[in-house]
Nanobody, 116 residues
């Protein structure tokens, strides 16, 4: 099994920056995709950003393109989400997600609140 250890959530003012991290622990697996989703109160969970380790390709939601950056530490297999120029509408619980052949794992989520 794989456990995803998330960290980095918190309160930040509009225009500020915050970085999230997600470290897989347990079974060592090469994931086909690693990414972040978010769910705001009353909304459905949505994709924020994802990367594909084998090809290096990255995909972002239109709402975060140019403000958020997803990247991975190849040594620890930790995936990060650097968020800049945060807006109140970025307030949500952010979930780490990793996928492999026939498997998918989710983190427990970390709350990010953007407010003055």
């Amino acid at each position: 099994q794989v456990q995803l250890v998330e960290s980095g959530g918190g309160l930040v003012q509009p225009g500020g920056s915050l970085a999230l991290s997600c470290e897989p622990q347990g079974r060592i697996i090469t994931f086909s995709a690693m990414g972040w989703y978010r769910q705001a109160l009353g909304n459905q969970r949505e994709l924020v950003a994802t990367l594909f380790p084998n090809g290096g390709w990255k995909k972002y939601a239109d709402s975060v393109e140019g403000r958020f950056t997803i990247f991975r530490d190849e040594v620890t297999n930790t995936v990060y989400l650097q968020k800049n120029n945060l807006k109140p509408e970025d307030t949500a619980v952010y979930y780490c997600n990793v996928r492999g052949i026939g498997m998918e794992y989710w983190g427990n989520g970390t709350l990010v609140t953007v407010s003055s």
